[in-house]
């Protein structure tokens, strides 16, 4: 059996999740930015629910894959290992039960496919301060101003409205909530030239703040 590589996973794993989802209503986004890009998702699909797909080839090791679940386990609602068959057995000792897998195998002639071997399920235990962090400023002042939360933090900054989202929301409806804003993003490239900053904000970005939280969540 060939050792896999990880561009040959990409190239496979796009065409395998939108057969999954199966819905024309679904966003895909790769390298899809967690803690503000402390870690990245090698992709995630936006749909009723937010899932995420992490990559493990046969030449890739598990160094960082402890970090990698840390962050999934924050902020996506389901998760899903995409893995070799060299780390596969290993993988599994260190992910959730709750997240999927995906194996990657080969055919006789050394084509390489995948092939789902467990389902995922919901996350059990999401983090709302992670799950807000996705936000760019504008959008967290938007949905705090539309529930009437806004009071007391408008002129505040990032790391102000990512805590009181947190502490005034349950993580199953920040989740819906942040899900959708996302998708309404629309051309991702295009949105992400964008300020994400109003001109009254302080240059605290989200970005230092959520890696402040991985780092106070993870030990790191």
Known sequence: MQATNDPQIRELLLPFVRNEHGTS?????EEFALYG???R??????NG???GYEIKSDKDTLLRLPQQVDAYNAVFERATLVSGVRHLSAALNMIPRW???VEVRSHQDS??????VRESRPNPEPHGEAIASLLWRPEALHILTSLGLDKGVRSKPMEHLIARLAAELSPEKLSRIVRETLRA???????????RYDAKSPRLSN???SQRIFAENTGL
């Open 25 to 29: 209503e679904t966003i895909y986004i």
């Open 37 to 39: 890009g402390a870690n």
């Open 41 to 46: 998702a090698d992709l995630a699909a936006l």
């Open 49 to 51: 629910v937010s899932h």
């Open 99 to 101: 997240w999927g897998v």
């Open 111 to 116: 084509t390489v496919f995948l092939e789902r």
């Open 185 to 195: 993003r629309g051309d991702w490239r295009a949105a992400a030239r964008l300020r």
């Open 207 to 209: 970005q230092s703040r």
